[in-house]
């Protein structure tokens, strides 16, 4: 059993909801960055997405891609976010950690060299937000080789057939988006979250998270009631951007403007 089996079997035991919180590797420096996603494990997180910067990300909102460029113009890449994943480990060890991103950096690196690596740093599983179903052969013969999840999405446009084809081969937990749009762009359509969690349960016993839109301690409260994860991201994003200075730079309240709001929602759940 992996960490992302392990850590749902104890909330299912313990009756509760995962809050998985989304952050961006490297925004807006690598100390700071560092600190923020320790921070945000001791603040009540039970698993870590790491957002890996990408100059196109078409699946963000403006929070989330202005969070990518910040990381970038401070000079964030592949390497430098699993130094933010080993940093991680050095304080957890038990906490699931999955990498978000895009195919590009992934395909550029190469996909067995960027598994092993990722997987070496303490990678869990992998979230690729432009990689669907039918061309996931790519990287999934590595992923499934090192035991760690390739996870996919659920959209408001999937069909029954669609939901089929995303879970044949599935492994982590199901991706549930919560409205059609980008992240942080509207708030969660409960109506399709619930319809499309009974169709994915119907077929399938892997976890279901719901992301896209939860931002507020009410809103992952009444997604956290059904469903088995709570993605929260734009909205903790947000937050470290509130906290910089006029020139985008770290100030003493970026560590934990994160930590603060983290801590609000997993109490929620």
């Known amino acids: 059993m992996n960490r992302i089996q392990k850590r749902f079997a104890t909330l299912k035991a313990e009756g509760r909801s995962a809050l998985i919180p989304y952050l961006c590797a490297g925004d807006p420096d690598l100390e700071t960055s560092i600190a923020i996603f320790k921070n945000a494990v001791a603040a009540g997180a039970d698993l870590i997405e790491v957002g890996m910067p990408f100059s196109d990300p078409v699946a963000d909102g403006p929070s989330i891609q202005t969070a990518s460029n910040r990381a970038l113009a401070g000079g964030q890449n592949t390497e430098r976010t699993f130094e933010v994943v080993r940093a991680i480990r050095e304080i957890d060890n038990e906490i699931p ?10 395909y550029s690196y190469g996909c067995e060299q960027f598994v092993e690596d990722a997987v070496d740093a303490g990678i869990d599983g992998f979230i690729i937000c432009d990689l669907p179903p039918e061309m996931d052969h790519e990287l999934k013969p590595f992923t499934e080789a090192a035991d760690a999840a390739l996870i996919r999405f659920v959209t408001p446009a999937s069909d029954e057939a669609r939901i089929e084809r995303v879970l044949d081969g599935a492994s982590g937990f199901i991706y549930v988006i919560s409205f059609a749009g980008v992240t942080g762009a509207s708030k ?19 976890p279901v998270c719901v992301g896209f839109g939860v931002s507020t301690p009410e809103q992952a409260k009444a997604v956290g009631e059904i469903a088995d994860g709570v993605i929260v991201g734009s909205a903790l994003v947000n937050a470290i951007a509130e906290s910089l200075d006029d020139t985008g730079a770290a100030t003493d309240a970026t560590a934990t403007a994160a930590s603060t709001r983290i801590e609000a929602l997993a109490a929620a759940l």
Do not use: F
């Open 97 to 106: 950690v999955v990498l978000m991103g895009y195919y590009n950096p992934v």
């Open 188 to 206: 969660p359509d409960m109506s399709h979250v619930q319809h499309n969690i009974e169709l994915v349960r119907a077929k399938s016993d892997l």
